[in-house]
Nanobody, 125 residues
Framework: QVQLVESGGGLVQAGGSLRLSCAAS????????MGWFRQAPGKEREFVAG????????HYADPVKGRFTISRDNAKNRVTLKMNSLNPEDTAIYYC??????????????????WGQGTQVTVSS
């Protein structure tokens, strides 16, 4: 099990950028696939991006492809989501999550065991 803490959210204008970080504690982190999810008001939680345990495999949801980049540093127990060209539709609470036992990062929330508390991202038009 790992404990996850997100940071880096905030208010940004459309077209701007943000970098979200997820700090993990626990020795299992380096073996976990990691993902970012988001939930906008009145909407279901959705997958945003995922990365395999060694960073060799990444996967993105269609709405963020080409704009968001997920990366990880196992030496620092950290996962990062770099978000460029933000638009108001990206406004949501963003969650970091960890999945054990997956070679390829899963895309469904129930496949992730450990979750952070979330960080708010608000994009103004």
């Amino acid at each position: 099990q790992v404990q996850l803490v997100e940071s880096g959210g905030g208010l940004v204008q459309a077209g701007g950028s943000l970098r979200l970080s997820c700090a993990a504690s626990g020795r299992a982190f380096s073996s976990y696939a990691m993902g970012w999810f988001r939930q906008a008001p009145g909407k279901e939680r959705e997958f945003v991006a995922g990365i395999s345990w060694n960073g060799g495999n990444t996967h993105y949801a269609d709405p963020v492809k080409g704009r968001f980049t997920i990366s990880r540093d196992n030496a620092k127990n950290r996962v990062t989501l770099k978000m460029n060209s933000l638009n108001p539709e990206d406004t949501a609470i963003y969650y970091c999550a960890g999945a054990a036992g997956y070679g390829v990062p899963p895309t469904r929330g129930h496949e992730y065991r450990d979750w952070g508390q979330g960080t708010q991202v608000t994009v103004s038009s």
